[in-house]
């Protein structure tokens, strides 16, 4: 069975950067796809992002785009969420997703898709 485990989320201020961790085990990471979510208080969670780690295509939530960079290093069976330009709008509990099969645009921000779940990692942006 596989295990994501995030890392690396803390404390940022408005404007700063911070990149989060997925390590995934388990299995081989060009087998899945890979997908951060994050839901802020109060708020359901959403699709941020997403890598198709077979030929590394990337998606992004338009909330996001320009300001998130999602990347794998499959050696390492680890993928990175490098957020710049952080937002207090931001703030919430990063989650990274794995899933079978190819995510297409269409497809990619349905929760349903992923197989299984990291237990999330909080990011604050506050001054």
């Known amino acids: 069975q596989a295990q994501l485990v995030e890392s690396g989320g803390g404390l940022v201020q408005p404007g700063g950067s911070l990149t989060l961790s997925c390590a995934v085990s388990?299995?081989?990471?060009?087998?899945?796809?890979i997908g951060w979510f994050r839901q802020a208080p109060g708020k359901e969670r959403e699709g941020i992002s997403c890598?198709?780690?077979?030929?590394?295509?990337?998606r992004y939530a338009d909330s996001v785009k320009g300001r998130f960079t999602i990347s794998r290093d499959n050696a390492k069976n680890t993928v990175y969420l490098q957020m710049n330009s952080r937002k207090p709008k931001d703030t919430a509990v990063y989650y990274c997703?794995?899933?079978?099969?190819?995510?297409?645009?269409?497809?990619?921000?349905?929760?349903?898709?992923?197989?299984?779940w990291g237990q999330g990692t909080q990011v604050t942006v506050s001054s």
């Open positions: 997703a794995a899933g079978r099969g190819y995510m297409f645009v269409s497809t990619w921000l349905f929760q349903r898709k992923y197989e299984y």
């Open positions: 388990g299995y081989t990471l060009d087998s899945y796809a």
């Open positions: 890598i198709n780690t077979d030929d590394g295509s990337t």
